[in-house]
């Protein structure tokens, strides 16, 4: 009674001094309604206390006993806790927060279902404190928002400036890129006509090779005729050797379309001076000079045919030679080009490279504006996620036995909707076969006149069968008659019998002929 008493005179006085009017209101109406509703049992507790004062249980174990009682797990009791000890809640004094902190195990902690009035005094003024929190928490935030809207549209201004900057190296680096593809081609081409001017001096050598050769043996044999032969044959050497002169002619006789025997008598016919020449010798150094002669007239010819060819190889050499020129004048324009395209696109790349440098310089800044919007906003989450959340898990809470009851209503209901389901089904069955039975009976209707007019037609066929005999089958007609008569009276299963009635009757009437 005295803990019930402590809380009424904490409850009154803490709610007017943290709540508006009406929770002040309220929260006097509760601290009367505690008073009012304290166990009863209190007193006859006190009487056993004064006999046998036990030691009281430590604060934490009681209130693990609540918690336990109301199934509320510690650390969701804790986050209700923290409301209370929320900076923001300056103005809460500490004789409200300690009355508050005392009531939520017996107000918040309870089942909805189970609050008295005065317990939903107590969430009403915890979830007014937590709006007041909240609305503070709100309006700082929105505080610093305002302030860094400048420092955001700086930042986003910068940006677009990046932005912008990056889509000039883009853009430049596609020139570059163009100008390099066609650098690359002219760079082939170049190479190409090198090749070819490569290709054709290479055939104007080969072929031109043969040809200044004849020309350079034509001019040595024509020097060695009137040279160095001559002076053999004519014996007037003056101061030079013989031997010598013939070393000189040696290589030459190599070039000569000799026979064996006339190559190996040339050396004696030739270092043999004239008058000691016999017939034989005089016939060699004639067949010598006569093979000199021969040799040139043929190197003559040759250098005469070959020299249109010659001609047409040194075309093409000057031709290549000319592509190689306009080759290397258009790879040099595209160089030029490559290299105009690479200073605009280092010149882009600086503009980013400065872009860059200025947001990088301005993020300190910006960090700093918006740090404490961040901060804050990220404690208004958390209080929302965490601490909101939590007091709307509990001023939301139920009791098991509502839960029970909750579920057996939700199973009753289940059943219901069962039953109308079953009952409908029986309907829709019950609805079918009435159907059934009304198409049977429409069915039996229509083809009961059909059968009566089947059977009169037979009997007036049988009828006319006779007369045309002269003979009268009075059995016949009986039966037919009675045939007809009864008819009406068949019933739907008969009435495949009434359709082969015609093959009947006909047999009757072909007896009675």
Known sequence: KHKFAFLATLLTPAAVE?????????????????????????TAGAKRAAEAAPAEEPASKRLAATLKKHAVSQSLYKHIVEILEHPLAENLSQDSREMLLAALPHSLCVPSDERQEFQESIVKMMGQLMGQI??????????????????????????????????????AQDVTAAHQTELNRACSATQTANAKLTKAKEAQNTGDAAHALARTDKEA???????????????DVGDAAPDMLYQHLEPLLLKLDLDASLRSATKPALLNAPAGRGL??????????????????????HIAESQPAADARMLVVTEAEGKVAEAEAVQNAAADGLASARAVQKHAQASLKAAKASLTEFKPEYKKATEVRDQQQVQVQTFMDVNVAAFDVLSAKISAKKKKAMAAAAEAEAAAMAAAAEAEVSAQAEAAEAA????????????????????????TEAKGSAAADGTSTTDGESAACAAAESAPERSVEE???IIEAPAAIGSVAELGA
């Open 280 to 301: 034989f010798d005089k016939k060699v150094v004639e067949e010598i000079e006569n093979s000199f002669t021969a040799k040139i007239e043929q190197l003559s010819k």
């Open 18 to 42: 943290m709540a508006p009017k009406k929770a002040a209101a309220s929260a006097t109406k509760a601290a009367e309604t505690i008073m009012q509703t304290a166990p009863k049992v209190a």
């Open 436 to 459: 059934n039975a009304a198409n049977e009976a429409e069915t039996r209707d229509a083809t009961m006149p059909a059968a009566e007019e089947m059977a009169a037609t037979e009997e």
């Open 134 to 171: 909240l609305a503070t928490m709100q309006a700082s935030l929105d505080a610093e928002n305002e302030r860094v809207a400048g420092s955001e549209a700086k930042k986003q201004e910068l940006e677009e400036t990046i932005q912008a900057a990056e889509a000039a190296l883009s853009k």
């Open 495 to 497: 009435t495949p019998k």
């Open 221 to 235: 044999l024509e020097a060695a005729l009137v040279g160095d032969l001559e002076k053999l044959k004519s014996g």
